[in-house]
């Protein structure tokens, strides 16, 4: 299952609202993912089963979709959310998307 | 105390072989299914494999099908990598993560740090 992630980069202010979009080849039901990526650090998990939060994160964002259309929104962009953002779809063959860049304005 | 260490990487020649390892601890082991992903240098994530939490179960990426093999020990709480004819490709952080469904379920969804791994004549 190929995920396509959109746009590639996002270039957006602090207080801006951010929609990164992920696409699937096929329907992988809810079984997504997404995780965010700063420079030189491991990913961390901020949502699973399409919409629901990971543990500690906050609440400016949230997930949606189902099937083969997801979306991850940061509702006001705080500093420390510039960074890359990946899709997954975790079935028995796992998949990532290429990511999204966002990237300060 | 991090739940999660990758050991095992460094330079090995094209061809050779690697035995990546990830040792857990603070959480309860058994119950996760067991991933590993790699990301090559200025690249994107790239999963590897899935090991079962009972280690029933195993998958690969077709990338490497055939030349590495995951397994883990419960009772010492460690996954591990097998990693044989190795080529340059190959070449990228490799970090150990626990399933999302497993996650949802039991709470751990931190990842490892990573462990490099360069492949290289």
């Known amino acids: 299952i190929v995920l396509t992630q959109s746009p590639g980069t996002l270039s957006l202010s602090p207080g801006e609202r951010a929609t990164l979009s992920c696409r699937a080849s096929?329907?992988?039901?809810?079984?997504v993912a997404w995780y965010q990526q700063t420079s030189g650090q491991a990913p961390r998990l901020l949502i699973y089963?399409?919409?629901s939060r990971a543990t500690g994160i906050p609440d400016r964002f949230s997930g949606s979709g189902s099937g083969t259309d997801f979306t991850l929104t940061i509702s006001r962009l705080e500093p420390e959310d510039f960074a890359v953002y990946y899709c997954?779809?975790?079935?028995?063959?796992?998949?990532f998307g290429q990511g999204t860049r966002v990237e300060i304005k | 105390q991090v739940p999660l260490v990758e050991s095992g990487g460094g330079v090995v020649q094209p061809g050779r072989s690697l035995r990546l390892s990830c040792a857990a601890s603070?959480?309860?082991?058994?119950?996760?299914?067991m991933h590993w992903v790699r990301q090559a240098p200025g690249k994107g994530l790239e999963w590897v494999a899935l090991?079962?939490?009972?280690?029933?179960?195993?998958y690969y990426a077709d990338s490497v099908k055939g030349r590495f093999s995951i397994s883990r020990d419960n009772s010492q709480n460690t996954l591990y990598l097998e990693m044989n004819s190795l080529r340059t490709e190959d070449t990228a952080v490799y970090y150990c993560?626990?399933?999302?469904?497993?996650?949802?379920?039991?709470?751990?969804?931190?990842w490892g740090r990573g462990t490099t791994v360069i492949v290289s004549s």
């Open positions: 090991v079962y939490h009972d280690g029933s179960k195993k």
């Open positions: 096929q329907s992988v039901d809810d079984y």
């Open positions: 993560a626990p399933d999302p469904i497993s996650s949802r379920v039991y709470g751990m969804q931190a």
């Open positions: 089963g399409a919409s």
């Open positions: 603070g959480f309860t082991f058994r119950n996760y299914g």
């Open positions: 997954q779809q975790y079935g028995p063959s796992p998949t």
